[in-house]
């Protein structure tokens, strides 16, 4: 019956505390929505807005043939002045290109614009090293009369791709062994930005354990003879409660309203109880470390402070912001201290590897050691601070 009271009253403070109501919903929502149309093209090739001018020196049918070949592999604009990227060639392109492998090869010189993104680079780097092996293709048969002066550019390109092309079928291997398409835009960013947005319980949960400290609230509490574990458990219960209706809420509208925006949809894949699981994880993990956060601080302006850079810095190191995928390896065993990296990973094994509750477990258990740990240190701490409250609540 305590406990319940305890609850009901955590409740009504959060319920009128719009601040928090927005920090815990509508705060990671526009994280999930901005981040799913910021990716939306993880998957494409090289983005249409990207123009690539092609310089060459000479002006002979090897040239010609090289720049026809990299025309298919991007969007050549000869004649821009705006282009972000270019290729150049060498005068000596024809002789270099029909020479054997012991004389110097072709050389291109690349000249992209310095906020051109890595991958974009890479694109480019690959397609115009397929353009080129296609070139040297067509000087091998040209030079072994295999292909004549007779045809037209384009039938030679023709001839030379059916010699070159292949088809790729890109899938993932799932947690089991299975194959599965590749996993889309909405599988990568949702997690991340919804466990970010779990963890953010930190901020109201200070604030409200420092107004009860601050207008006597606790203290009156503390002489009602309620046991500090039941007002400890009093203060995280109901933000595990939050915790796993941000889980399900934002599921739900990633799922429905993804779609909706013309993006692609979250696709839960995996088995439910696992879903489950780690939702309960996560938030057992996120509101003892708020606990743990609220016990420590001891005015509105630290809570604010030590909140959000706890949450901001662990987002950071654990992948959330960064993906661990494109971070140095000392980088990695620094994420993999994260408890957001732990969740993450389960998370992500579920939406696009079919997993269950075998594959979500090692994430699941470093979670709840986490959490055991935090809110051991925020009892300890919480306990301690019962003890010297004092009538004018100064401690």
């Known amino acids: 019956m305590r406990l319940s009271a305890l609850l009901t009253k955590e409740w009504r403070l959060l319920r009128r505390d719009l601040h928090a109501l927005a920090v815990l919903f509508l705060m990671p929502l526009t994280f999930v929505l901005l981040m799913a149309f910021a990716l939306s093209d993880l998957n494409a090739g090289v983005p249409a807005r990207a123009s690539v001018v092609l310089q060459q020196h000479a002006d002979d049918h090897d040239s010609r ?12 604009l000869p004649e821009t002045d705006t282009a972000n990227i270019s290729v150049i060639t060498s005068a000596d392109f024809s ?44 000087a091998f048969l ?32 799932g947690s089991q062994g299975q194959l599965l398409h590749q996993a889309n835009a909405s599988q990568h960013s949702v997690p991340a930005w919804l466990i970010f947005g779990m963890f953010f319980v930190m901020l109201p949960m ?16 503390k002489a009602a003879g309620l046991p500090p574990l039941t007002l400890a458990l009093g203060k995280c219960l109901p933000y ?10 934002l599921l739900a509208v990633s799922y429905w309203l993804l779609p909706q925006l013309g993006l692609a949809p979250l696709q839960l894949n995996g088995s439910p109880l696992a879903y489950l699981l780690l939702a309960c994880s996560i938030a057992l993990c996120s509101s003892s470390f ?3 956060i609220a016990s420590l601080v001891r005015s509105n302006e630290q809570a604010l402070m030590l909140s959000g850079g706890c949450n901001i810095i ?21 994420a993999a201290l994260s408890p957001m990296s732990w969740a993450l990973d389960g ?28 809110f051991a240190l925020a009892y300890f701490i919480f306990q301690y601070k019962l003890s010297r409250i004092k009538w004018t609540a100064l401690y």
């Open 65 to 76: 043939f090289f720049a026809a070949a990299l025309a298919q592999q991007l969007t050549v």
């Open 95 to 138: 002789e270099l290109l029909q020479q054997d492998s012991d004389t110097p090869t072709p050389q291109l010189q690349l000249l992209f614009a310095a906020n051109t993104p890595p991958v974009l680079r890479q694109q480019v780097r690959s397609a115009i090293t397929l353009a080129l092996a296609q070139s040297r293709l067509q």
């Open 142 to 173: 040209r030079a072994n009369d295999m292909l004549s002066d007779e045809q037209s550019l384009t039938e030679q390109l023709s001839l030379v791709r059916r010699q070159t092309d292949s088809t790729l079928s890109e899938q993932d291997i």
């Open 206 to 221: 200070a604030n409200t354990l420092l107004a009860e400290q601050h207008s006597g609230t606790l203290l009156r509490l």
């Open 240 to 249: 595990f409660v939050i915790n796993v209706l941000q889980f399900t809420l």
């Open 290 to 292: 708020g606990f743990f």
């Open 314 to 334: 662990l987002a950071a190191v654990g992948g959330i912001m960064v993906p661990k995928a494109v971070m140095p390896e000392a980088m990695q065993q620094v």
């Open 347 to 374: 998370f992500l094994v579920l939406l696009t590897g079919h997993g269950g509750i075998a594959d979500v477990a090692p994430s699941v258990v470093k979670l709840l050691l986490f959490a055991s740990v935090s």
